[in-house]
């Protein structure tokens, strides 16, 4: 009984939702557009575009799985006060987003968002960013793309291995609806990855995250915030220390 309520409402589980009135007005410190994007029939992707004058880069950033961007706009200016312009859409369900979702979906929609932002910058430009949740989304988007570089924070080996630890007792991999296997998706990502995690985090454990370094040891630089939990990295110095050392990274050429 309990492996079927797992099956059944494990979008719940995994996905926290906030929702938004279409009118509702985003109040931010710094510029910013609203977008919406007809990704395909019956869904609209709701998406903040922050810009700044003479911008190092643009961040197109992938949010956790809690809230909507009247929460995530904010944090995500911590990189526009940085002078880079961002990106950052609300998944299907959230805030203003509407459709179905499925875990195409995510990627779809994440691809839609980067084609956009190939019409405003060079690709060599473009940082992809994953938070949690979104980490599996902007390392499928890294694979299948030629992004500057690909930031991960509290990252996932899958989703299974998360649940699996959650869920010791049931067979999750073949329960789970989504996937979300970054481990499969790095060994072939060519751009420098960086992976931030906290040693005391309870979301998405450690050593979870600490298991991506061995998909792509060329290529990934791994930052260990000691103490850190899965909500409060912005708090320690090193976390700062590894987004300026990411953001202080030249272009690779295109």
């Known amino acids: 009984m309990l492996g079927s309520a797992l099956y059944f409402f494990q979008e719940r589980l995994l996905f926290l939702p906030t929702k938004l009135e279409q009118d509702y007005q985003y109040q931010f410190t710094y510029n910013f557009e609203e977008l919406f994007f007809e990704t395909e029939s019956n869904s609209s992707i709701n998406a903040l575009h922050f810009k700044t004058e003479n911008p190092k880069g643009i961040i197109l950033y992938f949010h956790g799985n809690a809230g909507d961007l009247s929460r995530w706009g904010k944090i995500t200016e911590y990189f526009v006060a940085k002078q880079y312009d961002v990106l950052v859409m609300d998944y299907r369900g959230y805030g203003k987003s509407r459709g179905k979702l499925s875990e195409d979906a995510f990627y779809n929609d994440a691809q839609y968002c980067y084609d956009y932002l190939l019409k405003h910058y060079k690709e060599n430009e473009i940082t992809l960013y994953g938070r949690s949740l979104g980490t599996g989304i902007a390392s499928y988007l890294a694979l299948e793309n030629q992004p500057k570089q690909l930031i991960l924070e509290t990252p996932y080996y899958s989703i299974a291995d998360v649940a699996s630890r959650r869920f010791p007792v049931f067979p999750v991999e073949s329960l789970l609806k989504y ?76």
Do not use: M, W
């Open 179 to 254: 996937k979300f296997p970054t481990y499969k998706y790095l060994p072939n990502v060519k751009c420098p990855i960086t992976i931030i995690h906290g040693t005391e985090d309870t979301v998405v454990p450690f050593a979870s995250g600490r298991k991506l370094v061995g998909t792509n040891r060329k290529l990934i630089q791994f930052a260990t915030i000691v103490g850190g939990n899965h909500n409060n990295l912005i708090n320690f110095k090193k976390y700062h220390q590894a987004i300026e050392s990411c953001l202080k990274t030249k272009k690779t050429s295109s």
